[in-house]
């Protein structure tokens, strides 16, 4: 079945510092990938997608390439900011049973940034 | 353009009652899918409505069923409460299509006791 599989946390950082976060999937055929990030009491936000392999997803600063190979889609910053301080989520989209186009999650990664 | 909203924010049930979580969908997407978040867990896809029907199920058992209305609103039912079932339940309304966008709703905070 399909599967996701990112970097456990929490990452504590300091502002200004590089970033990765890590995640790999597992899944037939060829999905579209993305990645979510969760404020506190908030809902998901979708911060970049990929639909196809060597894609770069960009978005306020971060990004991530959708690597075919290595099954691989790596989240990367150069320099985050305090307000970055949320939960990160990497997914991918496949259709499911019947005809639904359901996303599978990761279990999440915590990033806080210190000042 | 109005997004996602969930009702209640939150709620606290007795395991074996039932519960109604609801959502409306954003402006023109005719399609809304279920996720339950567990704590410290990503979500776990629940179900999907596309006009009016469901079309695709995780792994759930029955007594999770859900509706979706002419005007693209949502319900999500849960029967029989058991105290595993306590979660943030996440709705997400999209257009049919693989690299459409899904806008989520802020969630409703169940617990069970």
């Known amino acids: 079945g399909n599967s996701v599989t990112q970097m456990e946390g929490p990452v504590t950082l300091s502002e200004e510092a590089f970033l990765t976060i890590n995640c790999t999937y597992t899944?037939?055929?060829?999905?579209?990938l993305f990645w979510y990030v969760q404020y506190p009491g908030e809902g998901l936000q979708l911060l970049l997608k990929?639909?196809?392999?060597?894609d770069k997803g960009s978005n306020k600063g971060f990004e991530a390439t959708y690597r075919k190979e290595t099954t691989s889609f790596h989240l990367e910053k150069g320099s985050v900011q305090v307000s970055d301080s949320a939960v990160y989520f990497c997914?991918?989209?496949?259709?499911?049973?019947?005809?639904?186009?359901?996303?599978?999650f990761g279990s999440g990664t915590q990033l806080t940034v210190l000042p | 353009e109005t997004g996602v909203t969930q009702s209640p924010t939150h709620l606290i049930k007795t395991r074996g009652q039932q519960v109604t979580l609801r959502c409306s969908s954003q402006?023109?997407?005719?399609?809304v899918s279920w996720y339950q978040q567990a704590l410290g867990q990503g979500p776990q896809f629940i179900f999907q409505?596309?006009?009016?029907?469901?079309?695709g199920r995780g792994n759930f058992p029955p007594r999770f069923s859900g509706l979706q209305f002419p005007n693209y609103s949502s319900e999500l039912n849960v029967n029989a409460l058991e105290l595993d079932d306590s979660a943030l339940y996440l709705c997400?309304?999209?257009?049919?299509?693989?690299?459409?966008?899904?806008?989520f709703g802020q969630g409703t905070r169940l617990t069970v006791v």
């Open positions: 997400a309304s999209s257009f049919p299509d693989r690299d459409t966008e899904a806008f």
């Open positions: 899944a037939t055929g060829y999905p579209s």
């Open positions: 990929a639909t196809k392999a060597d």
């Open positions: 997914a991918l989209s496949r259709i499911s049973s019947g005809s639904a186009r359901q996303l599978t």
């Open positions: 402006s023109g997407h005719n399609t």
């Open positions: 409505y596309y006009r009016e029907e469901e079309n």
